[in-house]
Structures are given as structure tokens and as C-alpha cells.
């Protein structure tokens, strides 16, 4: 589904990528030869910690050890820290939550989805990716599907009568394996990128279809970067071409996602598009940030200008669209380029804190994109609303472009047409931690 948000008024403000911001953690940072210096105004220390001695990529994954261990256990951030960094002094372990105890944010997200059909439908089959996924950044808790008419699972009629009312059919997000059921009504499972889908079906008669998801994420900040600390983006795109037996996991996993898809193809027009955003011997992610804003700034938001079969090569001819051919367009030239990208489904915040302005696709379910670096792994920046993927985004699912991760979609028989009407809301929960 395509969001129909208006664009704002205002950018959000590029951010600074000067070679002055202070650097996150990287495997590019060079490890000093004598352990730091600790400033005089610190707590006083009497020993050499471990984690003075940690170089910065190592810290850096340590940290996302924590998180994990958040995540899995239902610790916070400085019990699990402190699980991971036992034999290390307390005051020391500040260094990491300085990393990983960002702020939080908990979010509820219902997404609706009705269609009313102008004839009568006799048989519907079903594919829904709407149960969204648990990821170092986002906790699910308490997702729900409600789907109305009663799937045939459900019906106690078994189509011999009237509709059954609109019943929650799946509850519970917190489940880490896909295990398929006889009573599994949904018949769930986990696609090829670890995305939660599930099928219906309807064998009845009906002339509409009611589907809403509602569930809770609670957010945090994802670890800093410094963009200019990544890779030239020559090298990256060298090591994502074929080399049979060299490749470790994270790069066959990205290598997938530097192949051409039907909505995000490699095309020539697209690598023209970006060549100027990515000279030779630039750090990748300073490419990736200047593309997003080109595209950014460069782009028209159009909810009426294009369609959902709009391809990224149509898209870069119009110059316009909306956050789905935003987000194919980034992908398209990035492809092009012969590095990885991958694209996100989600939502993004209703009401954004006092202050900020309203970013656009609000209401309406949203799309961004992931670039692979070698450094930091996936790193996802929105080019709609030219900011990097925070604690207003919540991850849905993600796959090669829309197509493999479409919300909604089915097959059915009869006359019956009917244009989907959209409607999201995602609302803070409880007060903010800062």
C-alpha cells in the first residue's frame, strides 16, 4: 500500500557528516598504540579496565551483544551490559551504555485495511506480511490479526450460513521460530528473509474484507556511525561481484541484494543518476547520504502521480511518487552502482514529539531503504524525508523491493474490484525516556 501523505513544508536539516563530528565505533578507527588516557575530571580509576583496551570495533560489538541479550532475556540495556561485562569495573561499563542505552520509544500501530467490492466475491486466497519482525532496534509484544469475514479456519459454518463476527485470529509476537500448527488458522511462517507471513482464505460469498493489525514496539536508538569511517565504495561493490569460496555470511547475505529485482533493477540510467554522488575513492555511506538527499530534494511527493506497478526507472523519468518509488529509486541506483541495498516496509510515527515537524507517510504505511556496509551492516536511511531510520520508524518487514513484501495482497474470483483503503495510526504509549 502506497502511502497519500502531503510532503511537509520544511526538510529536516541534513546531517553533519564534517569530518569533525566525533566518530562512532568502526573497524576503521585504528586502535591506539598505548591505552587511552583517562581526563583527570573522570571518576578516579586505581586499574586498567578491559574495555581500555577494547579496540572500537570490538566495543562496538560487545554492544550489540547486549542489546541482543537485551532482547532475548527482557533485560534493560545496562542489566544486560553488566551480564556481558561481569568482570569489568561498574564505572567502566558507562562506556558502553554511552553506546547502546540511547533513548527509548514505545509505539501502538494499528494498520487497517478495507476493501468493499463492487460485486460479489466467491473464492479469496490471501498473503499478508503484516506481523512485523523483532530486530536489535524493535521489540514486538502483543501482536493481533483481525480479519472479518472469518477466514475459513475459523467459521464454525464452514460456509453454510452467515458470516461469523470479526474474531482476533493470532496473538503474540514474541515467538523467535516459525512453527506451523494444524491449529494455526493463519498458516504462518517465515519467508526466505526471516519476514513473518501468513495465508487466509475465504470460500464463502462476500462483497468486503476488514484486516487489522495492532501490536506495541518499543524502539531504541540505533548505534551511531561515522560515515566517513566507511569503506570506498569501489572496494565494497569489488567484494559483492562473485568470488566463489571467499565471502563470509554477511556477504553472501548482501550479495542477494545487489541483484537486479523486477521494481529495483540495475539499469544504466539509474547508475548515471548516482555517479556524481559517488566519485571515485568516496567512504560508501557519505555516497548513500548524498544520494538520499538528491532524491530527497530532487523528487516531487506525488501520491497521485504514480502507481503500486511503478518501477524505479519510470519513477526517475517522472521525478515524482511517493515513499515506495523513493525508496526503489535509492535502491535502483545503488544496485546500479554494484552495491547492496534492500528495501524496508514499516510505519512511521503519527504525532512526532513537540517541536519537530510531521514527516511524511504518517497514516498511511510507509517504505525506506538499507544499504550494506562492510563497517556497520545495514544501515537505513529514509529518503522521503532525508533522515536516517530512527525511533520515529517501525520495521515491518524487508525484502528485495515491494513485491516481496507487499502488506496485503490475494487472488479472488468473481467480478469484484475494489481499490484498498488504508488507514494507520502509530502513537506513543507511555512518556518518552530520555
Same mark, same amino acid.
Given at each position: ?166 474474531? %482476533? ?51 531504541? %536508538? ?213
Amino acid at each position: 500500500m502506497t502511502p497519500t501523505s502531503p510532503k511537509p513544508a520544511e526538510k529536516p536539516p541534513t546531517p553533519a557528516t564534517s569530518a569533525g563530528a566525533s566518530p562512532a565505533p568502526g573497524k576503521a578507527a585504528v586502535p591506539p598504540t598505548n591505552p587511552p588516557v583517562i581526563p583527570a575530571d573522570d571518576a578516579p580509576v586505581t586499574e586498567t579496565s578491559v574495555l581500555d583496551l577494547t579496540r572500537a570495533d570490538e566495543l562496538h560489538e560487545l554492544t550489540v551483544t547486549a542489546a541482543a541479550a537485551r532482547l532475548t532475556a527482557g533485560q534493560t540495556v545496562a542489566q544486560a551490559a553488566r551480564l556481558v561485562f561481569s568482570p569489568v569495573p561498574a564505572h567502566q561499563v558507562e562506556k558502553v551504555l554511552a553506546l547502546a542505552d540511547g533513548p527509548t520509544r514505545r509505539l501502538h500501530v494499528r494498520h487497517e485495511t478495507t476493501y468493499d467490492y463492487d460485486a460479489a466475491v466467491e473464492l479469496a486466497h490471501h498473503l499478508a506480511h503484516l506481523r512485523p519482525r523483532n530486530t536489535a532496534e524493535q521489540q514486538v509484544q502483543d501482536w493481533a490479526l483481525e480479519i472479518s469475514p472469518a477466514p475459513d479456519a475459523l467459521r464454525t459454518d464452514r460456509g453454510k450460513g452467515d458470516i461469523v463476527a470479526p474474531q %482476533r485470529v493470532f496473538e503474540g509476537a514474541d515467538v523467535h521460530d516459525a512453527v506451523e500448527t494444524d491449529g494455526d488458522p493463519l498458516r504462518q511462517g517465515l519467508d526466505g528473509w526471516g519476514n513473518w507471513r501468513c495465508s487466509f482464505s475465504h470460500s464463502v460469498v462476500h462483497d468486503s474484507l476488514r484486516v487489522v493489525s495492532t501490536f506495541s514496539a518499543e524502539l531504541c %536508538r540505533p548505534p551511531p556511525i561515522n560515515a566517513e569511517l566507511s569503506p570506498p565504495w569501489e572496494d565494497v561493490a569489488e567484494r559483492l561481484r562473485y568470488h566463489p569460496g571467499e565471502l563470509d555470511d554477511a556477504e553472501r547475505e548482501a550479495v542477494e541484494f545487489a541483484l537486479t529485482s523486477y521494481y529495483a533493477p540495475r539499469d544504466a540510467a539509474l547508475r548515471r543518476y548516482a555517479a556524481s554522488m559517488f566519485p571515485p575513492g568516496r567512504p560508501l555511506l557519505l555516497g548513500a547520504l548524498a544520494l538520499m538527499h538528491e532524491i530527497n530534494e530532487g523528487f516531487d511527493f506525488r501520491p497521485h502521480a504514480t502507481s503500486v506497478a511503478t518501477r524505479a526507472t519510470d519513477a526517475l523519468r517522472l521525478r515524482k511518487g511517493v515513499c515506495q518509488d523513493f525508496a526503489h529509486v535509492m535502491i535502483g541506483a545503488l544496485r546500479s552502482l554494484g552495491l547492496a541495498a534492500r528495501y524496508v516496509s514499516g510505519y512511521l510515527l503519527t504525532r512526532p514529539p513537540p517541536g519537530q515537524a510531521r514527516l511524511v507517510g504518517a497514516d498511511a504505511s510507509h517504505a525506506w531503504v538499507a544499504v550494506w556496509c562492510p563497517l556497520h551492516g545495514w544501515v537505513a536511511l529514509d529518503p522521503t524525508n532525508a533522515v536516517r531510520v530512527g525511533l520515529d520508524h517501525v520495521t515491518l518487514a524487508w525484502g528485495r523491493d515491494y513485491a516481496d513484501v507487499a502488506p496485503l495482497r490475494g487472488v479472488i474470483r468473481g467480478s469484484g474490484r475494489a481499490v484498498p483503503q488504508v488507514a494507520v495510526t502509530v502513537e506513543p504509549e507511555e512518556p518518552e525516556v530520555a
